[in-house]
């Protein structure tokens, strides 16, 4: 800088006539000082303003300059264009996408080792790859409207008003249900349940699955006591630890599908009634079960062991009611279920029990799971299955398959379902009990899980078919802020 400035001085007193020269000179010479400065700076490591470190900033050093970086990274990086947005990839939250199934089974998906275990999704159905279930079809003022749109009819419906006087007639004092009819009855409706176990929570579950599917909750004026009863039956009999919550331990022959039954309709009335117990009943009785899922992302009737797709079909269901009512699930127990239902596919569509031989009911919960992860209905293997499904027709017996087949057929909709939903429905209209003690009710037999469940489940999974109308979308509408995907 002295430099600079003696020079300056001198080309000063030189004549007018040289003054532009002088001029130049100086800008020129000015410039290059500068320069030279600003690489000496640049050569200490110093940016912008000084900055003095001493030995113990430096964690708070790395964290302001991680700060920077951010917010230079947040400038730089481009904002996507909503229009342009891969409509095969749905983001999960701002640190996580997850690629959406395609039409293109080869396709990659992301790995689960590429996950950390506790990374969680959020906490919407879309989010997961659930097909969401809609309240706004329970509802009073839509449920007619609902019904007739979507395969309804007020036979149909009366139907579902009788099971539930039905079982309002057979709830026990405490607020349960029981398979088993001597404890409610005195063995009047027969048959009971085949075993000793009377199946209370499972029982419970059911019951309540089928008011809270046809929108009745603690507020009807006709079943609200019958509704807080059965939940506040369930909320009592949680055992808890120190993270989750269960009803029924390893005594219990039936652990995981009595689990699964309770934890989803508790879930579904917290999505109904949004009450704070009801949320933390919840996400204990969801934690469970994802406690309990086995390496290769089944359940088995006790935790620790491998299982089958029958009982990962309550689990999931489970599972799906928790994400609508907005509790958050871990990723690594949906990639689980999604790994495992490849390996229980058997040939290009169908699925299999603990045999590599395929069933119908196997084929219908898997591809009704398929289609509650996102599996688009226009993929070839979810339509030849649908094939299959309707070629098997409803069952006049099998209620568990003719209650996951329904669903899968009522979600991929179009001819296949008018087709089933016609004689699935005629069906339990003409069978359902008329007259007596058992009015209201149903039972069939010749069929190992109608013998093991007796009359109460058989005649809550008969109403429980005749709620999808307005229990769950159809996929093929437009998808809504509670059904999306």
Request: net charge negative.
């Amino acid at each position: 800088m002295l430099l600079g400035f003696y020079f300056e001085q001198t080309v000063a007193e030189r004549t007018s006539q040289n003054e532009w020269i002088a001029s130049l000179c100086s800008f020129v010479v000015h410039l290059f000082v500068l320069l030279g400065l600003a690489a000496w700076t640049a050569s200490l490591g110093i940016v912008g303003d000084s900055i003095s470190i001493e030995a113990g900033d430096a964690e708070s050093t790395e964290l302001q300059l991680f700060e920077l970086d951010s917010e230079m990274d947040a400038i730089a990086e481009p904002q996507p264009d909503p229009s342009q947005v891969n409509p095969t990839a749905i983001a999960i939250n701002s640190e996580l996408t997850i690629p959406m199934p395609t039409e293109n089974t080869a396709e990659a998906v992301t790995p689960v080792t590429e996950i950390t275990p506790d990374q969680m999704l959020s906490e919407t159905g879309a989010a997961m790859g659930f097909s969401s279930s809609s309240l706004d079809g329970r509802k009073p003022e839509n449920r007619a409207k609902v019904l007739l749109e979507n395969g309804g009819t007020a036979e149909s419906e009366q139907a579902v008003e009788n099971a539930l006087a039905y079982l309002a007639a057979h709830q026990r004092n405490d607020g349960s249900w029981s398979m088993l009819f001597r404890e409610v009855c005195d063995n009047e409706c027969r048959p009971s349940c085949s075993g000793l176990d009377p199946h209370r929570f499972a029982a419970t579950g059911l019951a309540l699955l089928c008011y809270l599917g046809a929108g009745k909750t603690d507020r009807d004026e006709r079943y609200g006591e019958v509704v807080s009863k059965g939940i506040y039956y369930l909320i009592q009999n949680l055992r808890t630890n120190s993270s989750a919550g269960y009803w029924v331990g390893t005594e219990a022959s039936a652990q995981m599908y009595e689990h699964g039954i309770a934890t989803l309709a508790l879930c579904e009335a917290y999505q109904m009634l949004e009450s704070q117990e009801l949320k933390e009943s919840s996400q204990l009785s969801i934690q469970f079960i994802v406690d309990a899922q086995f390496r290769d992302g089944s359940w088995d009737y006790h935790p620790g062991s491998p299982g089958d797709l029958s009982i990962v079909g309550w689990q999931v269901m489970a599972l799906k009611s928790a994400v609508a009512a907005k509790i958050r699930i871990p990723q690594r127990t949906l990639t689980g279920v999604d790994r495992f239902l490849d390996e229980a596919r058997a040939g290009e569509f169908m699925y299999r029990y603990r045999t590599k031989k395929p069933t119908a009911s196997m084929t219908a919960i898997g591809t009704l799971l398929q289609l509650y992860r996102g599996k688009s209905k226009e993929a070839v293997n979810i339509g030849k299955a649908m094939a299959y499904l309707a070629k098997q027709e409803p069952s006049e017996s099998d209620l568990y398959y003719d209650y996951y087949a329904t669903q899968a057929m009522f979600l991929y909709g179009g001819p296949l379902w008018k087709q089933w939903n016609y004689k699935m429905r005629e069906y339990l209209i003409r069978t359902q009990e008329g007259s007596g003690h058992s009015s209201g009710s149903w039972w069939f037999d010749h069929d190992l899980s109608n013998t093991e469940g007796g009359r109460l489940y058989s005649t809550c999974m008969a109403c429980l078919i005749l709620e999808v109308y307005y229990r769950y979308l159809p996929v093929y509408e437009e998808p809504t802020k509670e059904f999306r995907f």
